[in-house]
């Protein structure tokens, strides 16, 4: 299996949030169970890339931090 960066992953993450939408809302014949699933996983991971985005942010800072100080 390949290593991701923080960035690729919240990509994925964007990307797996639009296909389940897109599912949730195609014009095929699904159960309500199923329905319930997608939206369920849509939530859990809503909220997600932005948080890796911020996090990103703050390694770089501390990153930045310890190179000044070396």
Do not use: F, N, Y
Not at 8 to 26: F, G, N, T
Not at 38 to 58: F, K, N, R, W
């Amino acid at each position: 299996m390949s290593k991701l960066s923080l960035v690729d992953s919240a990509c994925r993450i964007k990307q797996a949030q639009q296909v389940l939408s897109l599912w949730l809302e195609a014009p095929i014949k699904k159960d309500s169970g199923t329905d319930h699933l997608i939206g369920a996983v849509i939530t859990l991971l809503d909220g997600i890339p932005e948080l890796m985005d911020s996090v990103e942010g703050e390694l770089v800072d501390m990153d930045l931090s310890l190179d000044g100080k070396a």
